[in-house]
């Protein structure tokens, strides 16, 4: 196993960045507001992108003394990949709207840190491209559509083919997005299907020259899955529409599940009657998430939904965790609730706006060598050691009540 404090490496105890949060307020230096907009906000009022935060707050940690434990493994497995850390890269749209090297960069900067990404439909990058610039087999991620009828391509098999067809054996499929949230932030600054530039948002960009003349000269601008070549941005997020239906249902998911040989995980699950279904029609892991955020806003922050969810459906298969994640203790604590592993979007997102492909995978180190400090504090030598036992509601010192008991009563409800 790579030394867990890896991270020193890149400088975490001198001057640069030394957190996540440090990485955000670089990024936001770098990127013209209508993009910033993109990256860091959520639906509505935002109330459901701050709960996420929030949720990891209503935890405390368990740290135990003279126990002579040292950080061994923090190795896990998500869809068939042998992880070194149990992040991974959740799959972001148009990242290289932020930095032109995009996908490709992060994905590299996952391998380097020892995890793997997941590559979005409507990425930046092919899965072609993601493919022949990577030496291992990164997952993808999908948008389904519902059975087309009339002369409406299906798109879903279409990109499903290419997928496997470029070597990607896992998925994930998207399940959470039957219609574009309401993402105001991005309204306001013109960040919508046919891009609004007005005098601000020019002046905007203008003071970030480097990203201006990605943004002009690399045309890194649009989602080659979702158009053919020389396809335009416009066209792109047309396409994506096309996936964004309302009336997905469950035999979509099958159909899906008898498209594709390797591993499925559905992601967007945040009810564990949904998580049910899901496993009966053949997913092989569940992701809860709310999508950052960024689809209902007032829905349950995903950490607050996770509990229920294992205990529904852990013991057949794995569940990860996506939203919220800044802080190691983060990681441990979903890891405690009993995710197999976490994704991370914005956090990598601000890496690679701030540094491309270095960025992203000193966020990665980041969180690796808060990781391993928060597993010696509590005398774990192992990931797969952590469990509930080792939570405690936040304030409480209770140190005998039994793993039930300490599931908030709100989310102990969902059961």
Not at 188 to 194: D, P, R, S
Not at 219 to 234: F, N
């Amino acid at each position: 196993m790579r030394n867990p404090f890896s991270g020193v490496k890149f400088g975490l105890r001198g001057s640069g960045p030394i957190t996540v949060e440090d990485y955000r307020k670089l990024a936001r230096r770098k990127l013209p507001g209508m993009v910033w907009a993109y990256v860091d906000e959520g639906a509505e009022s935002l109330t459901t992108l701050r709960a996420n935060r929030d949720a990891f707050s209503r935890w405390a940690l368990k740290t135990r003394v003279l126990h002579g434990s040292v950080v061994e493994s923090m190795a896990t497995t998500v869809a068939g990949a042998d992880l070194d850390l149990p992040v991974f890269l959740s799959p972001t749209g148009l990242t290289a709207i932020t930095h032109w090297t995009g996908e490709l960069a992060a994905a590299q900067a996952a391998e380097r840190a020892g995890t793997r990404a997941v590559i979005s439909t409507a990425a930046s990058y092919s899965v072609e491209e993601i493919a022949a610039g990577t030496s291992q087999s990164h997952l993808f991620q999908l948008y389904p559509s519902a059975e087309p009828t009339g002369a409406q391509r299906d798109l879903t098999m279409t990109i499903l083919k290419r997928a496997a067809a470029a070597g990607f054996t896992g998925m994930f499929v998207t399940v959470d997005a039957p219609t574009v949230g309401n993402r105001e932030g991005e309204r306001h600054q013109g960040m919508i299907a046919n891009p609004r530039f007005t005098p601000r948002q020019i002046l905007s960009a203008a003071r970030r020259p480097a990203w201006s003349a990605d943004f002009l000269f690399r045309r890194r601008v649009s989602s080659p899955m979702l158009v053919e070549d020389g396809g335009s941005a416009v066209e792109a997020v047309q396409n994506q529409g096309q996936l964004l239906r309302p009336d997905l249902a469950w035999a979509d998911l099958r159909r899906i599940r008898d498209a594709w040989d390797g591993p499925l995980y559905v992601k967007g699950i945040l009810h564990p009657d949904d998580a049910e279904q899901a496993v009966a029609c053949g997913a092989d892991g569940i992701v809860v998430s709310n999508h950052g955020g960024r689809q209902l806003d007032h829905a349950i922050a995903s950490l607050d939904a996770l509990p229920a969810v294992v205990d529904r459906v852990g013991d057949r298969v794995p569940v990860l965790l996506d939203g919220g994640i800044r802080r190691g203790t983060d990681v441990v604590k979903a890891l405690c609730l009993g995710a197999t592993a976490v994704g991370i979007g914005r956090p990598y997102i601000y890496g690679l706006a701030a540094r491309g492909s270095a960025g992203v995978q000193h966020v990665l180190e980041i969180l690796r060598d808060e990781i391993a400090r928060v597993m010696l504090f509590m005398g774990v030598s192992d990931v797969s050691q952590l469990n509930r036992s080792m939570l405690l509601p936040a304030g409480q010192a209770q140190f005998e009540a039994a793993p039930d008991a300490l599931v908030p009563e709100a989310v102990g409800a969902l059961r």
